[in-house]
């Protein structure tokens, strides 16, 4: 749902992943670690999603259909953007750097861990307790 916004959408995406896992179940190679395997193909099924989904949104549309579409899009709340923010801002500085490295300017691991100046190990330390931080003031 966080991802998506929206039951039925979310619905197809856990279902789609999850027939992806196991399609590729042989290719596990430690079960302790499933759920994030999940996950990983999950979030990896999410973003090929959005990747066709812009593709499509180059195809010129019926203005009805737009408008069919905009009155069906999930609305976020007006609060989240500041929400969002004020997380953010109390976040520890290390923390919040590797999060907008990676989450928001789309920097691999290993571009940001050079940017930082710290190992990869480190940076995805940060991560994980940045964005960990965030989920706890965010919800």
Same mark, same amino acid.
């Given at each position: =749902?966080?991802?998506?916004?929206d039951?039925?959408d979310?619905?197809?995406l856990?279902?789609?992943?999850l027939?992806?896992a196991?399609?590729?179940? /042989?290719?596990?190679? %430690?079960p302790?670690r499933?759920?994030s395997?999940?996950h990983?193909?999950l979030?990896n099924?999410?973003?090929s999603?959005c990747r ?9 549309? %019926?203005?009805? /259909? ?12 007006p ?6 923010e004020?997380? =953010?801002?109390?976040? /520890?500085e ?7 490295l ?18 990869i190990?480190t940076l =995805? ?5 940045g964005?960990?931080?965030l989920?706890? %003031?965010?919800n």
């Amino acid at each position: =749902m966080r991802l998506t916004g929206d039951t039925a959408d979310a619905e197809d995406l856990v279902q789609e992943s999850l027939l992806k896992a196991l399609a590729a179940v /042989d290719q596990l190679e %430690d079960p302790s670690r499933a759920r994030s395997w999940v996950h990983t193909i999950l979030h990896n099924t999410f973003a090929s999603w959005c990747r066709r989904n812009a593709r499509r949104s180059l195809i010129p549309m %019926d203005p009805a /259909d737009l408008d069919a579409m905009e009155s069906r899009a999930p609305r976020p709340r007006p609060s989240m953007r500041f929400d969002l923010e004020r997380a =953010m801002r109390g976040l /520890d500085e290390t923390f919040r750097e590797a999060v907008m490295l990676c989450d928001v300017q789309g920097l691999s691991y290993q571009e940001a861990a050079t940017e930082m100046g710290c190992p990869i190990g480190t940076l =995805m330390s940060r991560l994980h307790r940045g964005r960990h931080r965030l989920r706890e %003031d965010l919800n």
